[in-house]
C-alpha cells in the first residue's frame, strides 16, 4: 500500500468558505459531484459541489449563491466516486446546526441514490449519537437547563451539545464527558460555576 504524505500548508478545512474570500471561479479540471438544495432553516440555496485530483490530494469544491471555495483536500485515495462521497460526508458532518442538505437537484460523479444513501447514514448516526447523549445528562448539562440556556445535543458526537449563548443570537457548545463549555464567539469557556458566573454578568 502507498502511503501518501502531504504538508501541512496544502490542507484545507474550511467547510463554511470562510477563507474563500477572493475566490470567484472554480479550477478548470474540477468535476462536477453534484448539486442539491441546502436547508437553512428559514432559506435554502443551491449549492454544486466539484471534486479535484491534484498529484497527491483530492479536493472538494463548493460554489453556492454568494461564495465560491475549496472546503476540504486529504490525500488522493480510492476512485473519484468514493473520494467524492468521502469529502461530502465530512462536509454534512461539520455543517450540523448551521444547514443541511436537502432535495437532490442534478448528478456529476454521483448520483440521486448515492446522495440519498449518504445523507440518511449520517442523518441515523446523529440520531444515535443524540440518543445516547441524553442519557448521559451531567452537571454542566443540567447547569445549562437551570440558567434557561436550553440545551440540546448537536449529534455530532456522544457528549457534544449546543446551547444559547447568554444574551446573543449565536450558540455555545456543551461537552458532558468534559463537564465543560466553550463560546469561541465570546472567547469563554469553563465549568459548571464558570457558566453560572458567565450568565450572571450578561443579565447585569
Not at 477563507?19 to 468535476?31: F, I, K, V
Not at 463549555?181 to 469553563?190: A, P, S, T, V
Request: charged share 25%.
Amino acid at each position: 500500500m502507498t502511503i501518501v504524505r502531504i504538508k501541512q500548508e496544502d490542507l484545507i478545512n474550511d467547510p463554511h468558505l470562510q477563507d474563500s474570500s477572493g475566490t470567484e471561479r472554480l479550477p478548470t479540471d474540477a468535476s462536477l459531484i453534484c448539486s442539491y438544495d441546502s436547508d437553512f432553516g428559514l432559506d435554502s440555496h443551491e449549492v454544486a459541489a466539484y471534486f479535484r485530483r491534484t498529484t497527491n490530494r483530492d479536493e472538494l469544491w463548493l460554489k453556492g449563491s454568494s461564495k465560491t471555495g475549496c472546503a476540504y483536500t486529504s490525500p488522493s485515495q480510492d476512485t473519484a466516486h468514493s473520494a467524492s462521497l468521502r469529502l461530502l460526508g465530512r462536509l454534512y458532518r461539520a455543517i450540523v446546526g448551521f444547514e443541511w442538505p436537502a432535495e437532490f437537484i442534478s448528478p456529476g460523479l454521483i448520483n440521486k441514490p448515492s446522495f440519498t444513501k449518504l445523507v440518511r447514514q449520517i442523518e441515523r448516526e446523529l440520531d444515535d449519537n443524540r440518543q445516547k447523549a441524553l442519557k448521559n445528562r451531567t452537571e454542566i448539562i443540567l447547569v445549562a437547563k437551570e440558567l434557561g440556556l436550553s440545551p440540546r445535543p448537536t449529534g455530532k458526537s456522544r457528549d457534544l451539545w449546543a446551547s444559547n449563548c447568554p444574551g446573543t443570537s449565536h450558540f455555545l457548545y456543551l461537552s458532558s464527558t468534559g463537564n465543560s463549555f466553550g463560546c469561541g464567539w465570546c472567547k469563554r469557556k469553563g465549568g459548571p460555576e464558570d457558566l453560572r458566573v458567565f450568565v450572571d454578568e450578561r443579565k447585569r
